[in-house]
């Protein structure tokens, strides 16, 4: 089946650093979404892109939907603690099964 | 408020013993699934359904079972034959379409006694 690769699979940065996670496929996706969970909750969605080359930002928050269409980057500029939290990249190849394929998240520490 | 309400937040199976996960929306949204996520193993489909009365198994459905007889509910039910059901829930839910992002509720973790 298709796969994800998020990475990196953690990252421990300072307070009021950027951060830059990003996802790649072997296969071509159609859209692709950013969510970030914090412990205990479920996902929530930060970011959608539907088109290849699409920048598209939320707060601090800036994610591109990379040009060959296999891949996308979430950019998060200065780091406050509440980051904190898993970040997962999904994406969906197109047709009409919903499904949606997911990276297996990064873990962000920010210390304070 | 619109959401996905999951219930309960946290659930104790004994061995041999079926227990069923409570999932609703008020989104009026038609399709509707269930995860399972296990630490550094990411959010694995269990079940969809994109239409009432009609659901599909997902990567990893043996030993689960769903139905979907309201649009707006999707039971899952961990049977006796899933050997490892400790694990965190997520149900989530979605417009038709292709590429509809999907909203998740905030999970049910299930642990066995």
């Known amino acids: 089946g298709q796969q994800l690769n998020q990475s990196p699979q953690s990252m421990f940065i300072q307070e009021g650093e950027d951060v830059s996670m990003n996802c790649t496929s072997s296969?071509?996706?159609?859209?692709w979404l950013w969510y970030k969970q914090d412990p205990g909750e479920g996902p929530v969605l930060l970011i959608a892109?539907?088109?290849?080359?699409e920048l598209t930002s939320n707060g601090r928050l800036t994610a591109q939907f990379g040009i060959t269409r296999k891949d996308s980057f979430l950019n998060i500029s200065a780091s406050i603690p509440s980051d904190v939290g898993i970040y997962f990249c999904?994406?969906?190849?197109?047709?009409?099964?919903?499904?949606?394929?997911f990276g297996k998240g990064t873990l962000l520490t920010v210390n304070p | 408020d619109g959401g996905i309400t999951q219930s309960p937040k946290y659930l104790f199976r004994k061995e041999g013993q079926n227990v069923t996960l409570s999932c609703e929306q008020n989104?009026?949204?038609?399709?509707m699934y269930w995860y399972r996520q296990d630490p550094g193993q990411g959010l694995r489909l269990i079940y969809y359904?994109?239409?009432?009365?009609?659901?599909q198994k997902g990567d990893i459905a043996e030993g689960y079972s769903v139905s979907r007889e309201k649009k707006e509910s999707f039971p899952l039910t961990v049977t006796s034959a899933q050997k490892n059901p400790t694990a965190f829930y997520l149900c989530?839910?979605?417009?038709?379409?292709?590429?509809?992002?999907?909203?998740f509720g905030d999970g049910t973790r299930l642990s066995i006694l």
């Open positions: 989530a839910s979605s417009w038709q379409g292709e590429g509809q992002p999907q909203h």
């Open positions: 296969s071509i996706f159609n859209t």
């Open positions: 892109l539907y088109k290849a080359g």
């Open positions: 999904a994406g969906h190849s197109g047709g009409s099964n919903y499904k949606l394929t």
């Open positions: 989104l009026n949204h038609d399709a």
């Open positions: 359904s994109q239409i009432v009365n009609d659901f």
